[in-house]
């Protein structure tokens, strides 16, 4: 891997026998008994190889672009790359970390429709072509700065995701593409083809036939104008289980089948993100400080309602500015758990979940039941994934939590059965036999990213 040690990055415990990904969870939690309590991730990177197993069963006809921007820890860059998947990046730094895995310029798209000067001169340099773009400022920089660049026009879509603007916030409206398409022809620019993006929180399948639809007209748009339109990215929001996907497949194949057959040459691509890494990490963290909220009154504030009972709050170790920022983008955090020592039969309360930053907007749950917990107690998000795992923030002094990667032996055997071997396609760990509590040692231990 350019720019890295020859040894190991990181290591990945190999789970022998009945070990689950739990055992492992509750195993570091007992480790830290006597130590700081910091938050830390735990990965199952066995999910990464059944994800794309049953992408490639159900969405056979669209290669996959992972959506790097969701997930960014060095395993799951260098298993996708290792399974053939192209790269969504966002920013310079995602560039640099996906090059580095040597996964082919041709193999990248840099998205986002806002660029700066020199992250379009960084792709120019770097031999990344293939851009995205939705206004006339982007190509006039694109222009100036990537000549020779191949521009996948942003297309915007309208959804009946209620609350949800970002279909429209993002992409050009289907009236002022022909605009832009001559534009860019004006300007010396290759188009050579279309993006759009339907949100996960999208639930009406004729909002693809709509976008599909539209981005047959940008097609022969393109054409008309002396475009090579080649490329259609029908864009992410595939939240991870397999009923929303084969719900996509059932609405998207038939419309593709349609204006975009096979014959056509159109290669066809989406961009799960959300996807592949939501239930591949659980997220350990520990409650560091308690506070007793107002009772539940009503009416006269003298008198308590029936349900007379405390609500806790709870203050975190990690917050919305660390692993749960996805609460600042789409409010979808999974719901506590607690570990399995930590199981009782105790009653419940109202309790809400804070970050440590003490601002107000660093609420991670608003409201959860839960039994009434201690400073020093453990609380476990499961399908923590998604977009937790980004560049280090700066909001904070607080280093991102460490992830300790594993897999079982079962699934690592389908990885070398795939072709994905430890000597060639991932050269940047080590895989170790993990054990439980006083089996352990020094160099069994998986060790942090």
């Given amino acids: 891997m350019k720019g890295l040690a020859d040894e190991p990055n990181y290591s990945v415990a190999l789970l022998e026998g009945a070990t689950a990904l739990s055992d492992v969870v509750e195993n570091h939690i007992y480790e830290q008994t006597l130590a700081e309590k910091n938050a830390f991730f735990v990965a199952d990177l066995g999910v990464l190889m059944r994800q794309h197993v049953r992408w490639r069963t159900h969405m056979p006809q669209m290669r996959p672009f992972y959506a790097v921007q969701a997930n960014s820890s060095l395993a799951v860059i260098e298993i996708l790359a290792a399974l053939g998947t192209g790269f969504i990046c966002t920013s310079k730094y995602e560039l640099e970390l996906v090059q580095g895995y040597g996964v082919p310029s041709e193999d990248i798209i840099y998205s986002g429709v806002c660029k700066q000067l020199s992250q379009i001169k960084y792709a120019a ?9 939705d206004n006339e400022a982007e190509l006039r920089k694109i222009a100036r700065c990537h000549p020779c660049a191949k521009l996948l026009l942003q297309v915007a879509t309208e959804t009946s995701s209620e609350g949800d603007e970002m279909g429209m916030l993002f992409g050009s409206k289907l009236k002022d593409c022909r605009h832009l398409l001559e534009s860019a022809k004006e300007q010396g620019l290759q188009v050579v083809g ?9 639930d009406d399948p004729q909002a693809y036939s709509h976008a599909v639809s539209d981005a047959r007209c940008v097609f022969d748009m393109g054409e008309d104008i002396g475009f090579s339109m080649t490329i259609l990215d029908i864009g992410g929001g595939f ?21 975009f057959p096979a014959s056509s040459g159109v290669s066809i691509m989406a961009e799960p993100g959300s996807y592949y890494v939501s239930s591949s990490f659980t997220l350990a963290v520990n409650i560091i400080a308690k506070e007793v909220g107002a009772r539940d009154l009503h009416g006269n504030l003298n008198e308590p309602s029936p349900n007379d009972e405390p609500e806790f709050l709870y203050y975190m170790n990690d917050g919305v500015y660390g692993s749960f920022t996805s609460k600042l983008a789409d409010n979808v955090i999974p719901a506590p758990a607690l570990p399995k020592s930590g199981v009782s039969e105790e009653p419940v309360f109202a309790s809400s979940l804070w970050g440590p ?8 749950v608003d409201q959860c039941l839960l039994p009434e917990l201690s400073v020093g107690d453990w609380l476990i998000f499961n399908n923590a994934g998604a977009y937790s795992l980004g560049p280090p923030s700066t909001f904070t002094d607080s280093p991102r939590p460490p992830v300790y990667y594993t897999i079982s032996t079962g699934d690592w055997f389908e990885m070398q059965d795939a072709g994905i071997t430890q000597d060639i396609s991932m050269k940047n760990f080590s895989l170790v036999p993990y054990f439980l509590h006083s089996s352990q040692s020094d160099e069994a231990l998986s060790v942090p990213a």
Avoid at 125 to 133: R, S, T, W, Y
Avoid at 194 to 202: E, Q
């Fill in 125 to 133: 340099k770097n031999g990344i072509d293939f851009l995205v773009c």
């Fill in 194 to 202: 279309v993006r759009f993006h339907i949100p996960s929180s999208c």
């Fill in 239 to 259: 939240n991870g289980s397999e009923t929303q996907l084969k719900q996509i497949n059932s609405a998207v194949r038939p419309l593709l089948d349609l204006y």
């Fill in 357 to 364: 930053s003490g601002d107000e907007l660093d609420q991670v």
